[in-house]
């Protein structure tokens, strides 16, 4: 499979929004429930002044990432991403590829390490994805996230030097 992977334009903001609406839907993955509009998820994350890249295969976008500072002033030289891939794309090695590539782009940004603040216990695909591309899990935030199958599970943090 041949994915490109290229910086988001204006016209691919409504495909990364309705593949963010999917996802949230499935409730299984991010915290955001259904108050959060596309105006406050605009204004937070996707959006074109945070570091926002999507993924083609075929010429179709598959999936997406963003990434931005951790944390304001003294903290922000620590990036935070967030990955999305397309449902019925899911097992194709296209999150691993997100994953390398936002290393790169975030070390020449001038971040000194990326965190992810929240990954949920029970999805298996990205903490491989994560380990396999040098991330450790830092910390466990007990019943960090209500899983709508599952009740409560477990939130890890992540971390990598880059």
């Known amino acids: 499979m041949n994915i490109k992977i290229r910086p988001a334009a204006p016209k691919d ?9 999917t996802i949230m839907k499935q409730k299984i993955y991010y915290p955001y429930d259904d108050s959060f509009s596309r105006a406050d998820i605009e204004k937070s994350w996707v959006n074109l002044t945070n570091h926002t890249y999507v993924a083609e295969v075929e010429d179709k976008v598959v999936g997406a990432y963003i990434f931005k500072a951790n944390q304001p002033g003294y903290g922000g030289h620590i990036a ?9 794309n899911r097992g194709q090695g296209i999150g691993h590829f ?5 290393i790169e782009m975030a070390k020449e940004a001038g971040y000194r390490g990326m965190q992810f603040n929240l990954v949920v216990s029970t999805n298996k695909g990205a903490i491989k994805t994560w380990l396999d591309n040098g991330f450790e899990i830092i910390g466990t935030v007990p019943e960090g996230f209500y899983h709508v199958e599952e009740g409560y599970v477990d939130a890890y943090i992540f971390y990598r030097k880059l």
């Open 80 to 88: 935070n991403a967030a990955y999305m891939v397309k449902t019925e």
């Open 13 to 21: 903001l409504e495909v990364i929004w309705q593949m963010w609406k």
């Open 98 to 102: 997100l994953c390398a590539h936002s």
